[in-house]
């Protein structure tokens, strides 16, 4: 019988230049691995494997080495440590996030349940093309938002709170932007210029900075044969279902318009900008 | 340069060294005081001022004023919060 490599791809197998051995992808969500599936990685890295694992640029881990006889003992396997094979081919891949506000000191947002939601949306969705999704928690960018299909940064809306202000003006001086200024002990923000770091009200001794995290998108990111920074196209979003909706007709956009092998960038040039903005805006506003 | 009426009970310069150095010196500093006494800090403008005031915040100490002197240079004053 002949193998279907094309499914064998789309489970996670991906063919080695050694005749029937696969490299094993398997799903990783914004980089979290339980010990319990390390160690059952570990049994199968070496009973079926060579005893490594290989960590890919995108989070995510695979066990090369496996032999096709082998692959329904190694899937029954992995599955006994709550591990999975992931996906490759054209639909939405492996989604990256960095750790975000519940470890990270700088993290503007919460990562890891975000990953877990838009993973239960949409990995492994059906595309013309492969799509990547990218969290990161602040604009230190760690996980690189802009070069990823759909990026998403974290950021915080702030506000300044008079009655706390002890005018030290430790804000004025932490703000890369030049966005506070202040004059006779009133703090001003120029919205032009913030971008959502949160340094001010990070390093406010008293915390007279209301802040409300939100995110911040970009679109058509490419990091590999063509590279191109993703754009932004509306502004700061504040909740998390507008986020959603903006992710589903982006897909949409995507799905409706790329040709086959078509990566998300090269639609928005050839449909055109505008008719992204349309319906990402449409979106955005509900 | 603006007035401060604040009972120094200790001074540090972390102008002589650089990040992280200027954070351990600050802290080492803090170390030696009692919980409410006050130090003052003298530092650098650029990097000094835009992390050690944080830094400071993050260990639970509190920070009174930074007071710029004009001159590329800053006197942070921080009260001591627990031993």
């Given at each position: ?7 064998l791809k789309k489970g996670g197998f991906m063919k080695q230049?050694?005749?029937?051995h696969f490299s094993l992808r398997l799903s990783v969500v914004g980089g979290q691995v339980s010990t319990e599936q390390l160690v059952a990685i570990t049994e199968v890295a070496d009973k079926y494997g060579h005893g490594y694992v290989h960590l890919t640029s995108r989070q995510g881990v695979e066990i090369p080495f496996i032999k096709?006889?082998d692959i329904?003992k190694v899937k029954e396997e992995l599955a006994k440590g709550g591990a999975t094979p992931g996906v490759c081919g054209?639909r939405v891949r492996t989604i990256t996030a960095c750790q ?11 990562t890891e349940?975000?990953a877990q939601?838009l993973n239960?949306?949409?990995f492994g ?5 492969k799509?990547k999704f990218g969290v ?6 760690c996980l ?143 | ?83």
């Open positions: 019988m002949a193998t279907d490599y094309a499914t230049k050694q005749k029937d096709l006889q329904d054209p975000g506000s519940s470890v990270c000191p700088n993290g503007c947002i919460e349940e975000l939601e239960d949306r949409y969705q059906e595309l013309p093309h799509f990161t928690g602040c604009q230190n960018n690189k938002a802009e070069e990823n299909d759909l990026g998403i940064k974290g950021g915080v809306r702030v506000s300044w709170v008079e009655d706390k202000c002890i005018s030290c003006g430790v804000c004025e001086k932490v703000c890369r932007e030049k966005a506070v200024s202040i004059r006779d002990g009133k703090v001003t923000i120029d919205t032009e210029k913030c971008n959502y770091c949160g340094r001010c009200a990070l390093s406010c001794p008293t915390d007279a900075y209301d802040t409300t995290p939100g995110y911040l998108l970009s679109f058509g990111g490419l990091f590999g044969n063509s590279i191109n920074k993703g754009v932004a196209i509306v502004p700061f979003i504040e909740d998390k279902e507008t986020l959603f909706k903006i992710c589903d007709a982006a897909l949409q956009f995507f799905k409706d318009n790329a040709n086959p092998s078509e990566r998300f960038k090269f639609t928005i040039d050839r449909v055109g900008r505008e008719k992204l903005d349309e319906v990402v805006w449409k979106a955005y506003k509900g | 340069m603006a007035d401060v009426n604040i009972a120094v009970d200790e001074k540090v310069d972390i102008t002589d060294v650089v990040c992280p150095v200027t954070f351990v010196k600050t802290k080492v500093a803090l170390e030696e005081l009692d919980d409410g006494q006050i130090l003052q800090v003298h530092l650098n403008d650029g990097e000094p001022v835009q992390n050690v005031p944080r830094s400071v915040k993050d260990e639970g100490h509190q920070i009174l004023k930074l007071q710029d002197n004009e001159d590329g240079t800053y006197e942070l004053y921080i009260k001591k919060v627990g031993d």
